[in-house]
């Protein structure tokens, strides 16, 4: 369990450089699979929360929420 933490820190770091570029389609896999490793990352599920209402996913996006 000890690596799982920080492999979702890892993940969520790439996914959101990959955010603030611009490339959501891109992002969107990386987050999900920190929120995969880390439910809890308040981080991760809340960009992945803003990638899937951009997409106009509103119901995936509140179950996030």
């Known amino acids: 369990m000890d690596r799982v933490l920080p492999?979702?820190?890892n993940l969520?770091?790439?996914a959101y450089s990959i955010?603030?570029?611009g490339q959501l389609d891109e992002a969107e896999?990386?987050?999900r699979k920190a929120v995969r490793l880390n439910?809890?990352?308040?981080?991760?599920?809340?960009i992945l929360t803003l990638i899937l209402l951009d997409k106009?996913?509103?119901?995936e996006a509140?179950?996030?929420?």
């Open 7 to 9: 492999a979702a820190e």
């Open 12 to 14: 969520f770091q790439a």
């Open 19 to 21: 955010y603030q570029g």
């Open 29 to 31: 896999p990386l987050l």
């Open 39 to 46: 439910p809890n990352h308040i981080k991760a599920n809340l």
């Open 56 to 59: 106009g996913d509103t119901d």
């Open 62 to 65: 509140l179950k996030i929420l």
